[in-house]
């Protein structure tokens, strides 16, 4: 197994609704990743897990909130968010960069939000 | 920090043509990493192909190419025999040799390449 599963592919969600975007990996990989990208823009990195450990907090808004319960499944729980917030949300995974070995990520396909 | 800047929003190829895509990046680091990652319709990113920076063998993945400058910092991918299953958004994208999850990914702002039939 080679991918990265990402559900639901699509979402429509309200201002005061509490949902969760879901990504799964069987690659054995222990860093995983969540991005929010803009139509025709590049990925913006939001938070990073290493060994199930968020490692990097980009400053994300708190209605955000990243969950990672083993080292196959992330997930992002949505709570209170604005229409700006519309975007696709990508999930990757890497192995855990080593000092004399580094990786390119295996994406998702990701997750197309949009809050009315 | 690190930049990345791909200056062409958009390019066209004729299919069966070769088209190149340009890339330059700025780090004061020397042991790096560079990557071109292809997003289609479909939104799924896909890694193309991958240069490590302390190798001065170009990279090279069946039809794709790069040429590596690592003194000028820049990075094209030459895409030969375009096909057009090839169009899609292609970003440059580098990630510092480090230890750790905590070396970030850093994207250019895109490429749209279409491929004429």
């Known amino acids: 197994d080679t991918e990265v599963t990402q559900t639901p592919k699509h979402l429509v969600m309200g201002m005061t609704n509490k949902k969760s975007l879901k990504c799964e990996q069987h690659?054995?990989?222990?860093?995983m990743y969540w991005y929010k990208q803009k139509a025709k823009k590049p990925p913006e990195l939001m938070f990073v897990?290493?060994?199930?450990?968020?490692?990097i907090n980009e400053s994300v808004p708190s209605r955000f909130s990243p969950e990672c319960p083993n080292s196959s499944l992330l997930n992002l729980h949505l709570h209170a968010l604005q229409p700006e917030d519309s975007a696709l949300y990508l999930c990757?995974?890497?192995?855990?960069?080593?000092?004399?070995?580094?990786?390119?990520?295996?994406f998702g396909s990701g997750t197309r939000l949009t809050v009315v | 920090a690190q930049t990345v800047t791909q200056s062409q929003p958009e390019m066209s190829v004729q299919e069966a043509e070769t088209v190149t895509l340009s890339c330059t990046y700025d780090?004061?680091?020397?042991?790096?990493?560079l990557f071109w990652y292809k997003q289609p319709p479909s939104r799924q990113m896909i890694l193309v192909i991958r240069q490590e920076a302390y190798k001065q063998q170009n990279a090279t993945e069946n039809r794709f190419s790069v040429n590596f400058q690592k003194a000028a910092k820049s990075f094209s991918l030459k895409i030969s025999d375009s096909q057009l299953g090839d169009a899609a958004m292609y970003f440059c994208a580098y990630r510092r040799r480090s230890f750790g999850a905590n070396s970030k990914l850093t994207f250019g702002k895109g490429i749209t390449l279409s491929v004429r039939p």
């Open positions: 990757a995974s890497s192995p855990v960069p080593r000092q004399d070995q580094n990786y390119g990520y295996t």
């Open positions: 690659m054995g990989h222990r860093a």
């Open positions: 897990y290493s060994y199930e450990k968020l490692s």
């Open positions: 780090t004061s680091e020397s042991d790096y990493y």
